[in-house]
């Protein structure tokens, strides 16, 4: 299907409420399913939510953002982490660089003499001294 979001809202108005309801509901379910248990972008939509590969790029924008944001222990991750004072372990429970200093998002996972490294791209391992890489 490679309907524009446009179109896609006109189909969905054009739905019965009750269908709406009821895939909504279904949706929402395995939307915490995959929050809950975990899981790649392709594995919420291939296999929670039963399409086929032809859905990946219509479903990308929005379905990988829910992919990656879905933690429901991060509340209580971030509050152990806090009460333990540890920064190391703030920084990890909220996703950040684990570069001392710095306080930007992971994009990046990398194994490092030292243990695997989770960084922002501007600490990529391309980018660090030459003692911190492979």
């Not at 939509?45 to 399409?51: A, S, T, V, W």
């Not at 333990?84 to 684990?98: N, P, T, V, Y």
């Not at 030292?114 to 391992?125: A, I, M, Q, S, V």
């Given at each position: 299907m490679n309907e524009t979001f446009p179109e896609m809202d006109k189909l969905v108005e054009e739905c019965p409420y009750d269908t709406k309801l009821a895939v909504t509901a279904w949706v929402m379910k395995r939307i915490v399913d995959h929050a809950r248990d975990g899981g790649s972008y392709r594995y919420l939509?291939?296999?929670?939510?039963?399409?086929g590969m032809d859905a990946y790029g219509v479903l990308l924008q929005h379905g990988l953002t829910i992919s990656n944001e879905f933690d429901l222990n991060m509340k209580d991750n971030v509050?152990?982490?806090?009460?333990?004072?540890?920064?190391?372990?703030?920084?990890?429970?909220?996703?950040?660089?684990?570069?001392?200093?710095?306080?930007?998002?992971?994009?990046?996972?990398?194994?490092?003499?030292?243990?695997?490294?989770?960084?922002?791209?501007?600490?990529?391992?391309?980018?660090?001294?030459?003692k911190d890489v492979e």
């Open positions: 939509i291939y296999e929670r939510l039963g399409f509050v152990k982490a806090y009460k333990s004072g540890d920064e190391a372990k703030m920084k990890e429970a909220l996703s950040l660089c684990d570069e001392p200093g710095c306080f930007d998002e992971i994009s990046c996972g990398w194994p490092s003499e030292n243990g695997y490294r989770r960084t922002c791209g501007e600490h990529y391992k391309g980018k660090l001294k030459k």
